[in-house]
């Protein structure tokens, strides 16, 4: 079974700064999808940012971007010039390349506060 | 056009109660998911329907958990004697194909008491 582990319960950034957000995960798989999810408190899961596990290169999204590491399953988000919305919970999550519905996978999450 | 809705927002159960939750998907999607989320902690997968039919309920955690999706739009997750362990947030999330992105709803807050 695949897992995902979060190992930073809580992080905190100075706005305008950058912070990094670090997953781990486990599969036997060669071909699947990576993800990250913010999760504000009205508790609406939005996707931030998308990696294909056949893709050398690293995904971005204008501040977001990712560190993908395949052989060490390392999947790293950064968020750059932070801003006070970007706070909310972080969900890293992983998801099988299959051609019916597969399930995600989700960590443990990481809460980001952004300080003024 | 208009997102993933559920309903109701919030819902407070007695033990013992039955509930029902209801998602609405976007129109079109073929795919929709439903996942648990207990406080502090990651969503985590119920079942999965393709149209009409549920092709994974691998994740119901109990027989007490049943879900539907009779017309292969709308799909309503109903909780039979309810048990404080039920107490999640339960999250509704569609795609237009299964291997497309998820697009979430904003979750059914149970509460059980």
């Known amino acids: 079974a695949q897992t995902v582990t979060q190992s930073q319960p809580e992080m905190s950034v100075q706005e305008a700064e950058t912070v990094t957000l670090s997953c781990t995960y486990d599969?036997?798989?060669?071909?699947?999808?990576l993800f990250w999810y913010k999760q504000p408190p009205s508790r609406q899961m939005i996707l931030v940012i998308r990696?294909?596990?056949?893709?050398?290169q690293n995904a971005t999204e204008n501040r977001f971007s990712v560190n993908f590491q395949k052989a060490a399953k390392s999947f790293s988000l950064k968020i750059s010039d932070s801003q006070l919305g970007d706070a909310a919970m972080y969900f890293c999550a992983y998801r099988r390349e299959e051609t019916s519905g597969s399930r995600l996978t989700f960590g443990e999450g990481t809460q980001l506060t952004v300080n003024p | 056009g208009a997102g993933v809705s559920q309903s109701p927002r919030y819902k407070v159960a007695k033990r013992g109660q039955d509930v029902a939750l209801r998602c609405d998907p976007i129109s079109g999607h073929v795919s929709l998911f439903w996942y648990q989320q207990a406080l502090g902690q990651g969503p985590e997968f119920l079942t999965y329907f393709q149209n009409e039919a549920q092709l994974d309920k691998s994740g119901l955690p109990s027989d007490r958990f049943f879900a539907e999706r009779p017309e292969g739009s709308v799909s309503t997750l109903k909780i039979q004697r309810t048990q404080q362990e039920d107490s999640a947030v339960y999250l509704c999330?569609?795609?237009?194909?299964?291997?497309?992105?998820?697009?979430f709803g904003p979750g059914t807050r149970l509460t059980v008491t």
């Open positions: 990696q294909e596990a056949y893709k050398q």
């Open positions: 999330a569609s795609s237009y194909r299964g291997r497309w992105e998820q697009y």
């Open positions: 599969t036997s798989e060669s071909d699947y999808y």
